[in-house]
């Protein structure tokens, strides 16, 4: 059975960091991504990331801001957000595809349960 577990989510202040996990069980992918949605809004591309790594996507918004890197090893994907910002208050959900990464959501197959990013001003 294929699953997608984020952790790392919680409460904190404007300019503070967090880091998302994403761990992967039942089978590899060849890429990773991360996803947003914040209360009454649509979900947004945040950022994706390769097989290799070598092949990343942010989104404008979280440009100079966020990280995405993997460990393979681990069949984790990781999501570093410094300089948080009230406007990243969302649920924050990891997805997972075979083929080359993309910024479209319509591509992954596979999510996860999504974790919940409060930034407070």
């Known amino acids: 059975q294929v699953q997608l577990v984020e952790s790392g989510g919680g409460l904190v202040q404007a300019g503070g960091s967090l880091r998302l996990s994403c761990a992967a069980s039942?089978?590899?992918?060849?890429?990773y991504a991360w996803f947003r949605q914040a209360l009454g809004k649509e979900r947004e591309f945040v950022a994706a990331?390769?097989?290799?790594?070598?092949?990343?996507y942010l989104a404008n918004s979280v440009k100079e801001r966020f990280t995405i890197s993997r460990d393979n090893a681990k069949n984790t994907v990781y999501l570093q957000m410094n300089s948080l910002k009230p406007e990243d208050t969302a649920v924050y959900y990891c997805?997972?595809?075979?083929?080359?990464?993309?910024?479209?959501?319509?591509?992954?197959?596979?999510w996860g349960q999504g974790t919940q990013v409060t930034v407070s001003s």
């Open positions: 997805a997972a595809r075979q083929g080359t990464a993309t910024m479209s959501i319509r591509t992954y197959d596979y």
């Open positions: 039942g089978r590899t992918f060849s890429s």
């Open positions: 990331i390769s097989w290799s790594g070598s092949v990343t």
